[in-house]
């Protein structure tokens, strides 16, 4: 009955990161079976295993469906041939059986090498260009353009839950606010504080809430201290900081104090009317209007930044990217090579960062809401770490420690 | 010591709508101290109160903001005088006390007569043109614009809750996950039998959850029968009702059996790059190739609806506006003449459109997150009211009632 | 058509309150009508106001329901008339018109004096004692008790928000992730500061969260520096407590480290084990076995405390009050006299007290998730202000300012 | 250097259950190393796989530690031992290394016989009687019973994810609020079809929520369907049900118009004074006093019920069990055999009737928070799926199912 078949290996620390569990799950749910031909089991931690599975299946489209998902957990041919390539359609239009990128470390077989693939990212389609296979975004395809379709001939590295790294526990432990914060804001500090040390690249993620809960302080501080090396947000963090640094509320609420300032909403409008007169933040700390925040810190720092807008954004200031497309491609550059990204309170723009990030980057979303991290989770970035509470208090913290 | 001054007149539902509450905690709020000249209470539901008001505070500036924030509220100076005009300093530049406007009904005095502003939002400027006082963003401003400034000759009006519309007693209640949903969708379904009945426009703003918890037929129904005039969302919604049309899944998960395919977000990456061939969603509906759907539907019943784009986007679709600014102007000609606003699962889209309508109009608010809700109310949408559920039962019942 | 009336009266800060806007909201809503005979406004922020207002209703049954939640918004019959007592029909049975009482401040007319409520806490029964009246629990009343029925001879006084303590801005605020920790929690020392220096009582409520978040420390400091006079939880907090005291884990999660120890729940099962030994935790301190935690500094720094049990104990501990009557009463002793009570971590045990204090008791209440707080204002605890944090993280702060 | 060392096995659906990659994480986390000396895996769906494993540690004491969370998740000495038996010291007084249990089906070998554990329960004592082995709570240990202790003699055995059960698909998708709620309510109605037709048992644990948001319909259907075998609560939901029999209000809001009734909390004081004049529920019910509702249902069709008291209390009825040790074992007598167990909008309840049933007991948690969800998960309780949308929602789309 189950008349079409494939014979795929997967490599790697199939139990330990339970990789294995997941794919013989896939199998089941498609409605396939499996055979285990072989299975040879890494005898301590630091051994691989490998492991040989026939799959059968009633239906050659089924076959396919199920091959869509096994070779993102690391499955891959067995019989080894090199990956099919297939021109470009059009502008942004290829093949229907294009392969889809995730975000691991992925390796392609062309004229019978393994090539690793560059600029990693998910969602993305494989383009064989002269000098090897890269991911781009489907809308920079161009007619012609040589892209990976089907499935021979990809090898995708599931890195496992890197269970050595003991000082970091925090990086494993799952999502809840039933957790020590304290703990994991040492443990951060402490690899915020590794990774400066080695000249790593930090990136931060920042949504207004940072200022809301009076986390300005902190961020400076990181900023001051080396610690970021980019700087992400929107409209709103940037409106909100210069309306605390120009008139000490946020969204109205005068933050020393705790005020409410009800209806007060006025004094954002006013920070983006003042900015406007010098045509940008960095004209305004030059001219010497602006003498404190985040942003001020980000100017003086020289560390670059990337604001990009929403549907929702007042103003928006002359530094706000409008054009999504090119806020993406601004986004991407100030991301590349990052070995820390840490996500601050912002679902929008956090989910924007991972997007484009492999999954070998260290990821931290600090979120007063567990979902936030869940769904980042949920939509493949599952290198994200959770910590749950508000920015402004998490800031406090953090300043204590670096 | 308090030798600043200034007398205010307020007129109105000024006790049962809170509003006079309001008005002396802000006073004393601000450190300063009031005396109520005049009160006439209306004598029934239907009289309007009048109140006078001398306001003393110990400096002009304190003064000034505490005025800043008892003009939205209804608050005009008792000595009748014009408003005072400014000409804008340049492009998105205005004098630092220009008047920041509410989302409610304003008026303002010109020549010794009371005008009605035209398409009232919040955040805007009032420009004052031959034709009349009107709300404009600040980007559109240009030099030599004339511009409301400070707090003389405005009067704004706000509506209290409507405490006659016994018919629809959910949108006096406040937002809880301890309601009964089905008596909220049971008025709400009466008031968009009312509207359609009237010819009223009914806009829908929607997230991608729609799709994910299976409300995609309940909105086509919706669509179909004539309930929807103009339909917002962002990228999202559009690729993942397209995915379900032509694969049956969302996101990956199967709708129809719940079955979760992991790892399989591969499907919304083909719907984009389906419907790149043919150039648009409407071409693909004429072609025969989308057959289905909520984009299917809006094609067919000619239903003008705008994407948004956002940092987060896949592809994005050829429909997708991924200039912001233009974004928010095609919003803003969609929600025109609005009376009734469904949001539906959808906080960035929701508050991107909740920041452009008059304070009049009906929103109502679908989410399984109370936040969300409270959010848009804190933002100064107070009209907004919610119904905390999912959205896809919640279309589901819906349907039920149409 | 109204043909049954009433005429009341209400006294105090009417508008400020906004006492005065919910009167005439519920007269609507029961689609009675309203005349306002007379209104002396305040003139400043130091006077009251005077309303007398003639109410109308189509049917004396309505007009009863209206009176039943107009009385306990500070109404009362402008005609003065004696309360009407009316002996108990048995155990726990009194006629089917008692008056249920507020938390608010309470008088009753007896022999054409005024008397004050002693007692005072919501849901309770009003019972004439020979030396006074009292609230008193329904299962209390005897055969015979005489109790207050009706609506004539009974005034509330609502407090209003006590605008002028402008050093507690936090009281006033209303409940949000997105406000500023730090503010609140500087407040909040400060008004502990000056409750232990004035010998005021100070009561904590706390669930296990405190330990799982690493709270202990900030708590035994608390403990130590005298400021907790009675300390209420359930079995939970002390299983938990002890568990970390001798083992260093919580729930199995070892909190140095943050290292999740999963399936690791034995620890809390050995502590009671290891507690039953001695008998009481306090014969477990005394014994010396007990060295360190937050049931240690109770025991040592004779601070009463109570532990309620509830149906997902495990255990209990043999302090656990097992019956819930009798658990109710410890609480109520404990809370008597409280000038302050600090909920931390519990929605359950934080209900049960604030369902026992009366409206004037200063009520804080620290939890992550924003919806306790909610929730406990809806039951008509309305003087409950929140912090959103989570518990460990808050303690840590507070430890700072004592 | 790791001298200490011990050898285990593990037999079952090592892999696909994901048991394996735990095993070898929890051993990494111990710090101590593991060699793999056998490893079968199962070739195809149906068969076991067999995993025998050295683990080394540094200390006996960690070794110990980390069998006490090997032995949970199903491993067991390789070398074949009698299960330790040891006296208890007192009174739920029993020896250091008592085995405290797992909700799984676990055996004890005692004599050279492997025998099955009756009364299967999460933290209990397993006490060896002369007719077998049994779970017992700690406080009900006497002096001299017999408890098994240390690590020897006992196997767990872990059910893996019923992969087959191709029916019920939502009883494996992941707790999220973006899933589609009408897929899991028709699946789970033909799960309680198929109990009830098969004369299983159905347990309903519910909340006050259930009344609140317009269940009470629902769940009678349910009841007079015959679709009920036992009803665990507490007294909430009995005082607020019998208060919308009586009075059509729920906490002072009227459900059928939604109409809140502000500061109405008088009802549900009235409707425990009704219930008290006739002694019980059962006795209102009988008298024709009581003619509605889900209690009056529960009455009529003889399902038994068990309402157990909390802090929060008022009243209560005098059909709640205020003494919490005689709740738990009222609890327990009716979730004995129970096959599907339903938890209605109640953390509290449903922890506590969770903490009785073994693991292979089918248990939805319906709950719009999905933190309640993932907390009963936390717990041990892994067998628990979850639905997010509100209770009254779910028991409407439920009843049309039925």
């Known amino acids: 009955m189950n008349t079409f078949e494939e014979v795929v290996e997967a490599k790697g620390h199939l139990i330990d990161s339970g990789i294995m569990s ?41 076959l396919k469906e199920l091959l869509d998902i096994l070779v993102p957990l690391g499955c891959y041919l067995a019989e080894e041939q090199d990956a099919r390539i297939e021109p470009a359609l059009g502008s942004g239009r290829v093949p ?24 990693q990212r998910m969602d993305a389609v494989i383009r064989v260009d002269p000098d090897g296979p890269r991911c781009g975004k489907l809308r920079d395809i161009r007619k012609g353009d040589l892209v990976v379709c089907g499935h021979a001939g990809i090898k995708v590295v599931r890195e496992f839950k890197d269970r050595e790294r003991k000082d970091f526990t925090f990086m ?37 809430v940072v200022v809301h809960t009076g986390g300005v302080e902190g961020m400076c501080k990181m900023i001051r201290g080396g610690y970021v090396q980019a700087f992400l947000g929107g409209n709103a963090i940037a409106v909100h900081d210069i309306e605390y640094a120009l008139y000490k509320t ?22 983006i009317n003042f900015i406007n007169q010098y045509g940008s933040v960095a004209a305004a700390v030059e001219a010497g209007a602006l003498q404190s925040g985040v942003m001020y810190e980000l ?12 549907i929702r954004d007042d103003g928006p200031l002359p530094d706000t990217i409008c054009d999504m497309v090119e806020a993406q491609a601004r986004y991407a550059v100030l991301l590349k090579d990052a070995e820390v990204v840490m996500i601050l309170g912002t679902m929008l723009h956090g989910i924007g960062a991972a997007n484009m990030i492999p999954s070998w980057v260290r990821t931290v979303c600090i979120d007063i809401n567990p979902a936030v991290v869940t769904k980042l989770s949920d939509r493949g970035s599952s290198q994200t770490v959770g910590i749950v509470t508000d920015a402004g208090t998490f800031l406090h913290l953090l300043k204590e420690q670096l």
């Open 22 to 62: 997941q794919i013989l799950d896939r199998v089941i749910e498609h409605k396939c079976t499996f055979e285990i031909e072989k299975f040879l089991v890494g005898k301590t931690n630091d051994d691989y295993s490998l492991a040989r599975i026939k799959i059968q299946s009633h239906s050659s489209e089924s």
């Open 172 to 208: 494993a432990s799952e999502i809840s606010s039933e957790r020590r914060v304290e703990v994991a804001v040492r443990q951060l500090a402490e690899m915020l504080h590794q990774t400066h040390a080695a000249r790593g690249k930090i990136v931060v993620v920042a949504g207004p």
């Open 250 to 271: 946020s969204l109205g609420v005068q933050l020393e104090t705790g005020m409410p300032a009800h209806e007060g909403h006025r004094n954002h409008m006013r920070a």
């Open 299 to 310: 100017v003086k720092s020289k560390v670059p930044f990337a604001l990009a807008g929403s």
């Open 96 to 119: 229907d059986d294009f392969y889809s990128s995730t975000n691991y470390r992925t390796y392609v077989r062309l004229s019978g090498n393994w090539k690793l693939v560059q600029e």
